[in-house]
C-alpha cells in the first residue's frame, strides 16, 4: 500500500478516502516536529538578494542566516509491524506540488537510513543545501535550494519562504510519504517575531455510557497514567485543557507590505489504535472567528475480543506551521 500524507505550514492532511485518519492500522506518518519551525532574519536584506537575484553573485554571508540546524521529528506508526525494521529517506526541494521531492535537478536528499516505529529524530540543516540548476550564484556547487524555492514562490518571499521537507518511509510492501514546509522568513517591521512551537496543557477523559465502565469517573490522563475500561458498545470523551491564552497574536507582512496582526486558532488531530473517535479533527476558527470546541468520543467498535493497551495520539497544529503531540495509554476489557 502507498500512502502519501501532506503536512502542509497550514495543517493539511491527506489520506485515501477510504481511511478513517483516527485509526491507524497500518504504516503512517502521523506528525512532524521541526524545532524550530520556523527560522527567522533580524532584517530582510539576505531574503530580499535571493528572491531577486539574477545570474551574478549572491551575498553568502546574508544566506548563512537560514543555515542552522534543525531538530526534525517525525511520528511514525507501524501497528501490525511486529517491530519490523522501516527504511527512510529525507529529501528537501523547491516546488511544494512535487509531493514526493523526485524531479530531476530539484531536489536534495538530506538523510536516509532505517528505523522502527515510533519517533525518528534528525538533526539536520535543508537552509544550507544546493541543486545543480543555473545560476550557481557564485558559489561553484549549484544554486542554493532556499534561492530556488524563492524563485519558484508567485508572492516572491512576502511572508517568508516555505521549503518542502519529505520523508519516505517503507516496509514490506507499504511505503508512506510525509510533507512539511520548514519557513524562513525574516523580519519585515519590529513586532515580528519567529513561531514556536504549540503544546498541549494536559488532556482530560470521562466516561460517557455506564456501559463503558471505568475505574475511575474520570479527570486528567498523566503520561505515566493508564485508565481501566470495560465494555463494548459506548465510549469515552477526550477533551484537552483550556489554552487559549497559550495561541499567539503575531504579525506578518500584508500583500500592500503593511504590518498584519493575526492570531492563532488550533486545531487538534485525534488518533488511536483501536476503534475510532470522532470527530477526527477540532478547533481552527470559522468566518465568524469563532473557535469550535475541542471535545470528541472514543468507541471501540467492537474491534477485538481480547483485552489490550490501546494507544492514543493528539496533534495540535497552530496554523503556522508548529505542531507538536502527546501520547497517552489506556488498558481496554470487551
Known amino acids: 500500500m502507498k500512502r502519501i500524507l501532506l503536512l502542509l ?16 492500522i497500518d504504516l503512517r506518518v502521523l506528525a512532524v516536529n521541526f524545532e524550530p519551525p520556523e527560522v527567522m532574519a533580524p532584517n530582510c536584506d539576505a531574503l530580499l538578494a535571493q528572491v531577486t537575484a539574477d545570474a551574478g553573485p549572491v551575498d553568502l554571508s546574508g544566506f548563512l542566516v537560514f543555515a542552522r540546524p534543525i531538530e526534525m521529528t517525525w511520528l511514525i506508526q507501524d501497528p ?72 519558484q514562490d508567485r508572492f516572491r518571499g512576502i511572508g517568508g519562504l516555505r521549503m518542502p521537507v519529505v520523508l519516505h518511509v517503507k516496509a514490506g510492501t507499504e511505503e508512506a510519504y510525509a510533507m512539511k514546509l520548514m519557513v524562513f522568513s525574516c523580519r519585515a517591521f519590529p513586532p515580528m ?9 494536559g488532556i482530560t477523559y470521562t466516561t460517557t455510557d455506564s456501559r463503558l465502565a471505568g475505574l475511575d469517573d474520570g479527570g486528567l490522563w498523566g503520561e505515566a497514567d493508564k485508565p481501566q475500561f470495560f465494555g463494548k458498545d459506548a465510549g469515552v470523551r477526550f477533551e484537552p485543557l483550556p489554552f487559549l491564552d497559550q495561541q499567539e497574536t503575531y504579525t506578518v507582512p500584508s500583500f500592500a507590505l503593511k504590518p ?41 467498535l467492537n474491534a477485538d475480543k481480547e483485552e489490550r493497551d490501546v494507544n492514543f495520539w493528539f496533534v495540535v497544529r497552530d496554523g503556522r506551521g508548529g505542531q507538536t503531540w502527546l501520547r497517552r495509554t489506556m488498558h481496554w476489557t470487551p
Open 9 to 24: 505550514v497550514f495543517g493539511l492532511s491527506c489520506v485515501p478516502v477510504s481511511d478513517d485518519a483516527s485509526q491507524v
Open 193 to 201: 517575531a519567529p513561531n514556536v512551537n504549540p503544546v498541549l496543557p
Open 260 to 300: 498584519l496582526q493575526l492570531s492563532e486558532a488550533w486545531k487538534i488531530s485525534w488518533h488511536s489504535d483501536l476503534g475510532r473517535i470522532d470527530p477526527l479533527e477540532t478547533g481552527g476558527a470559522g468566518l465568524d472567528g469563532i473557535e469550535s470546541k475541542h471535545r470528541v468520543f472514543w468507541t471501540p
Open 80 to 151: 501490525k509491524g511486529e517491530g519490523r525494521d522501516i527504511t527512510y529517506d529525507v529529501k528537501v526541494c523547491a516546488n511544494q506540488s512535487d509531493l514526493k521531492c523526485e524531479n530531476e535537478g530539484d531536489f536534495v536528499e538530506l538523510a536516509r537510513g532505517v528505523t522502527r516505529s515510533g519517533e525518528l529524530k534528525r538533526t539536520l540543516a535543508p537552509g544550507f543545501t544546493f541543486v545543480d540548476v543555473p545560476p550557481d550564484a557564485g558559489f561553484g556547487e549549484g544554486t542554493p535550494l532556499l534561492l530556488e524555492v524563492g524563485l
